[in-house]
């Protein structure tokens, strides 16, 4: 997905600031898709150029604070935006997570070393999980799509979660196996 549809797509609901849009994808989207600030503003000001969304700058409160830039979308905006969304996907679902990738090797490494990034990510997930949860109640009445992704997201975090603890005992199981297969019959 592109960062430019991703950001018309915000817009449709409601006026934004970068920070803004950049923070709902990180909680709304996450199990979807990512983006970093690196993407955000230069997306933002191609979006601009092209003549896709407004910006105006917001002057800041009596409280003092940076001057910020409320973006837009424009007529022209929502037309592209309405032509990418009735078009079919170009690409199948891809999976990209760097964790996933490091577990293909634990086998290479030290057990213990991947027990504990197991539990870092079972820690993650479950904080996740408690966000989607949360999501899900405050959006069940925002609409049929968003509570659809949103139930996906929950669904996806609780399948990957149970993934996790089972290859985390799988590894436990494994590990306290090979020190007891290394104990003399002697001692055993």
């Known amino acids: 997905m592109s960062i430019k549809y991703a950001i018309l797509g915000l817009l449709n609901y409601s006026d934004m600031h970068g920070y803004r849009i950049k923070t709902h994808i990180e909680n709304n989207f996450g199990h979807m898709w990512s983006i970093n600030f690196g993407q955000i503003y230069p997306?933002?000001?191609?979006?601009?150029?092209?003549?896709?969304?407004?910006?105006?700058?917001?002057?800041?409160?009596?409280?003092?604070?940076?001057?910020?830039?409320?973006?837009?979308?424009?007529?022209?905006?929502?037309?592209?935006?309405?032509?990418?969304?009735?078009?079919?996907?170009?690409?199948?679902?891809?999976?990209?997570?760097a964790f996933l990738l490091k577990f293909a090797f634990f086998g290479f490494g030290d057990k213990n070393a991947a027990i504990e990034i197991l539990d870092t990510q079972i820690k993650i997930f479950e904080d996740q999980l408690k966000r989607r949860k949360a999501n899900l109640t405050r959006w069940k009445n925002i609409g049929t799509y968003v509570r659809l992704i949103t139930e996906l997201g929950v669904s996806q975090n609780e399948m990957y979660l149970k993934w996790l603890r089972r290859a985390r005992k799988e590894i436990e199981v494994e590990e306290r196996s090979s020190k007891r297969s290394m104990i003399p019959d002697t001692e055993r």
């Open 43 to 97: 997306g933002l000001k191609e979006l601009k150029n092209s003549g896709l969304i407004d910006m105006v700058d917001v002057t800041p409160s009596d409280n003092g604070g940076p001057r910020k830039k409320l973006y837009s979308i424009t007529e022209k905006g929502r037309d592209e935006f309405m032509q990418w969304l009735t078009s079919p996907p170009l690409k199948p679902m891809l999976i990209r997570d």
